[in-house]
C-alpha cells in the first residue's frame, strides 16, 4: 500500500480536463511539497509539476498543481491522445523521513 | 543536455549483491544530489536514497540495513549496493539528478532527470 493515496485510473475526452488527487496526511503533503511525474508506457518517468505548481521548462500550460491542507492536485486541460500515461505524485515524509510516491494514476483519453 | 545511464548485471542469484552504475554527464556534481528510485513489476515507484557527492547518503529506511550508495566524482558516476537480495528486489532500477530544499519547516524533493531504467532480475 502506497503511503500517498491516488485513484487508479481517470478518462476523459480529447480536449476536455481532467483531475488527479493525491491524498496524504500531515507528516508529508500536509508539511511538505509535491511534485507530479508521467510515465508513458515503456518510459522513465518524467517530471511535470515541482514544489506543488512549478512546471519545469518544456512542460505545456496544461499542466498544472495544487496543495490543499493534506492534498495535492495535477489538472491536466485540452486533452490529447499523447497525455494518455500513468502519473505519480510524491512528497517527502516526515515521519519516515523518506521521499513517498503515490501508488499511480493511469489516464486514459477516450 | 542532462543524461544519465544506468548500467550493471540484469540478472542478479537470491542472496548476493546488486550492483548498479549511473554514469551522469551534462550536469555539475556540485549542483544536483542523485537518487535511485526502482518500480517493480506492474506497480508503482519506490524511493531508494539519495546522496551529494560530498557524501553522507539518506536512504529508504526500509532499505537502509541493505542499501549503499556512492558517488565517483572523477568517473561522473553514482552506484548503488544491494545486499541479500531476494526475488522481492526484481525490478526496474531508475537512477534520477534530484532537487532538494528544505525552508527549516518545508522539504521539496523532486526527481527532475531520469535515466532510462534497468531491469535486474532476482533469480537463481
Known amino acids: 500500500q502506497s503511503v500517498l493515496t491516488q485513484p487508479p485510473s481517470v478518462s476523459a475526452a480529447p480536449g476536455q480536463k481532467v483531475a488527479i488527487s493525491c491524498s496524504g496526511n500531515?507528516?508529508?503533503?500536509?508539511?511538505?511539497?509535491v511534485s507530479w511525474y508521467q510515465q508513458l508506457p515503456g518510459t522513465a518517468p518524467k517530471l511535470h509539476i515541482y514544489?506543488?505548481?512549478k512546471r519545469p521548462s518544456g512542460i505545456p500550460g496544461r499542466f498544472s498543481g495544487s496543495k490543499s491542507g493534506t492534498s495535492a492536485t495535477l489538472g491536466v486541460t485540452g486533452l490529447q491522445t499523447g497525455d494518455e500515461a500513468e502519473y505519480y505524485c510524491?512528497?517527502?515524509?516526515?515521519?519516515?523521513?523518506?521521499?513517498?510516491f503515490g501508488g499511480g494514476t493511469k489516464l486514459t483519453v477516450l | 543536455q542532462v543524461q544519465l545511464q544506468e548500467s550493471g548485471p540484469g540478472l542478479v542469484r537470491p542472496s548476493e549483491t546488486l550492483t548498479l552504475t549511473c554514469t551522469v554527464s551534462?550536469?555539475?556534481?556540485?549542483?544536483?544530489?542523485l537518487s535511485w528510485v526502482r518500480q517493480l513489476p506492474g506497480k508503482g515507484l519506490e524511493w531508494i536514497g539519495y546522496?551529494?557527492?560530498?557524501?553522507?547518503?539518506t536512504y529508504n529506511p526500509s532499505l537502509k540495513s541493505r542499501v549503499t550508495l556512492s558517488i565517483d566524482t572523477s568517473e561522473s558516476q553514482f552506484s548503488l549496493k544491494l545486499n541479500s537480495v531476494t526475488a522481492a528486489d526484481t525490478a526496474v532500477y531508475y537512477c534520477a539528478t534530484t532537487g532538494l530544499s528544505s525552508t527549516g519547516y518545508s522539504t521539496d524533493i523532486s526527481f527532475n532527470h531520469w535515466g532510462q531504467g534497468l531491469l535486474v532480475a532476482v533469480s537463481s
Open positions: 500531515s507528516s508529508n503533503i500536509g508539511k511538505h511539497y
Open positions: 546522496m551529494y557527492y560530498t557524501g553522507n547518503p
Open positions: 551534462g550536469v555539475s556534481f556540485s549542483i544536483t544530489y
Open positions: 510524491v512528497s517527502w515524509d516526515s515521519s519516515l523521513s523518506a521521499a513517498v
Open positions: 514544489e506543488n505548481y
